[in-house]
């Protein structure tokens, strides 16, 4: 299974909102509505910020909203603050128990 | 709280063997599907194995099919990665993560809770 598309890098300033795609498979993203999205500070462990497509656990922002059509699943932040800046990563359930992480995006807050 | 604690990880040398544990804290353990996930310096993530609740139901990468062995064991909430074989490519830090999912709606979903992760260093 091949990593998901995600662009390499997303900027906006202070308030603005941004989006990121995430393209994948039919036999992943595409099929299954098992899409998350992780943020990850450098140096520290990756953090879930949306699951099964546009479900956001218990303490992260409403500002992180997530969607689906088709083959490609976006993240949107809006309202980005400094403190958004970090990688985010798509991932898919791509069935057989298996899962595919997207090569990640840096967010940059101008 | 809920914690995942990683251990286990080191230099070994290329063909080498090392075994990981994460010990696991805060929930039920064993209604909890568990994954391996690795971050190569300055890479990406990459999935590694699942394993279910029971212990019942394994699944890998491709990349490291046939020379990982992931388990758990339930009385002691601790879950580990035996690989052997080890390759240059397989230089990571290993994150220990528990599904989101206790099984009612989904058996595997997403990782909602991460170890610190262990690094694994293979080189001669």
């Known amino acids: 299974q091949s990593a998901l598309t995600q662009p390499a890098s997303v900027s906006g300033s202070p308030g603005q909102s941004i989006t990121i795609s995430c393209t994948g498979t039919?036999?992943?993203?595409?099929?299954?509505?098992?899409v998350s999205w992780y943020q990850q500070h450098p140096g520290k462990a990756p953090k879930l910020m949306i699951y099964?497509?546009?479900k956001r656990p218990s303490g992260v922002s409403n500002r992180f909203s997530a969607s689906k059509s088709g083959n490609t699943a976006s993240l949107t932040i809006s309202g980005l603050q400094a403190e958004d800046e970090a990688d985010y990563y798509c991932?898919?359930?791509?069935?057989?128990?298996?899962?595919?992480f997207g090569i990640g995006t840096r967010v940059t807050v101008l | 709280e809920v914690q995942l604690l990683e251990s286990g990880g080191g230099l070994v040398q290329p063909g080498g063997s090392l075994t990981l544990s994460c010990a696991a804290s805060g929930f039920t353990f064993s209604t909890y599907a568990m994954s391996w996930v690795r971050q190569a310096p300055g890479k990406g993530l990459e999935w590694v194995s699942v394993?279910?609740?029971?212990?019942?139901?394994?699944y890998y990468a491709a990349s490291v099919k046939g020379r990982f062995t992931i388990s758990r064991d339930n009385s002691r909430n601790t879950l580990y990665l035996q690989m052997n074989s080890l390759r240059a490519e397989d230089t990571a830090v290993y994150y220990c993560?528990?599904?989101?999912?206790?099984?009612?709606?989904?058996?595997?979903?997403?990782?909602?809770?991460w170890g610190q992760g262990t690094m694994v260093t293979v080189s001669s």
């Open positions: 039919s036999s992943a993203v595409g099929t299954y509505n098992l």
């Open positions: 394993i279910s609740g029971r212990g019942g139901s394994t």
């Open positions: 993560t528990k599904d989101i999912s206790s099984g009612t709606s989904y058996t595997y979903d997403a990782f909602d809770i």
């Open positions: 991932s898919s359930y791509a069935g057989s128990g298996t899962f595919v």
């Open positions: 099964e497509v546009s």
